[in-house]
């Protein structure tokens, strides 16, 4: 079935660092993928998206780029903040042939920014 | 902006015990989920709700579960003999609107611990 692999957490990082979250989908047909981040005590919430090949996803610095040919959507960030502290989860919807909309989940990378 | 509006934030029950955790969609979605994610660990995919119908459930959604959509607002999520491992954080989420069937807004949450 459809899966979505994450490097493992945590990542730590100084202030102003770059970011590089690793992701990686198997998936039959063509899905949507998708970065949700979660803050502490929250739900989560979609941080971008990319519906085809070659799409770049970008929201508050943040981007992916979906890659068919590595089946990969990694996300970056030139320049993190210590409110970017969260926990980041890759996601894909819509692989399968029944045009399922439910996301399936990686596991989730927790990045902690420090001062 | 719209949002999906989870209750209780958070339940206690002795195991064996009904649980019914309610959910609001966003009034124009017309796709409805439920999600669960134990303490520390990724984000599962429960059961997915459209046309006042089930239209895919996983292998976690056994016979102690159901959903139902009592009026034209609320989504609820019910375990009917709750027990240990059920305890998690379950996510409501819909989608459906402008943004999409397969862009997915969730609720905050609701945190149920099972004695």
């Known amino acids: 079935g459809d899966s979505v692999t994450q490097m493992e957490g945590p990542v730590t990082l100084s202030e102003e660092a770059f970011l590089t979250i690793n992701c990686t989908y198997t998936a039959t047909g063509y899905p949507s993928l998708f970065w949700y981040v979660q803050y502490p005590g929250e739900g989560l919430q979609l941080l971008l998206k990319?519906?085809?090949?070659?799409d770049k996803g970008s929201n508050k610095g943040f981007e992916a780029t979906y890659r068919k040919e590595t089946t990969s959507f990694h996300l970056e960030k030139g320049s993190v903040q210590v409110s970017d502290s969260a926990v980041y989860f890759c996601?894909?919807?819509?692989?399968?042939?029944?045009?399922?909309?439910?996301?399936?989940f990686g596991s989730g990378t927790r990045l902690l920014v420090r001062p | 902006e719209p949002e999906v509006t989870q209750t209780p934030s958070h339940q206690v029950t002795q195991m064996g015990q009904e649980v019914i955790l309610r959910c609001v969609p966003i009034s124009n979605h017309l796709y409805f989920y439920w999600y669960r994610q134990i303490l520390g660990q990724k984000v599962e995919f429960l059961v997915s709700?459209?046309?006042?119908?089930?239209?895919?459930k996983s292998e976690i959604f056994d016979d102690q579960f159901s959903v139902e959509r009592p009026d034209g607002s609320n989504f609820t999520l019910k375990i009917r003999s709750t027990k240990l491992e059920d305890s998690a954080m379950y996510f409501c989420?819909?989608?459906?609107?402008?943004?999409?069937?397969?862009?997915?807004?969730f609720g905050a949450g609701s945190r149920l611990t099972v004695l």
């Open positions: 989420a819909s989608s459906g609107g402008l943004a999409g069937a397969n862009v997915l807004t």
């Open positions: 990319a519906t085809k090949a070659d």
């Open positions: 996601a894909l919807s819509g692989g399968g042939m029944d045009s399922s909309y439910k996301l399936i």
């Open positions: 709700f459209y046309n006042n119908e089930i239209s895919e």
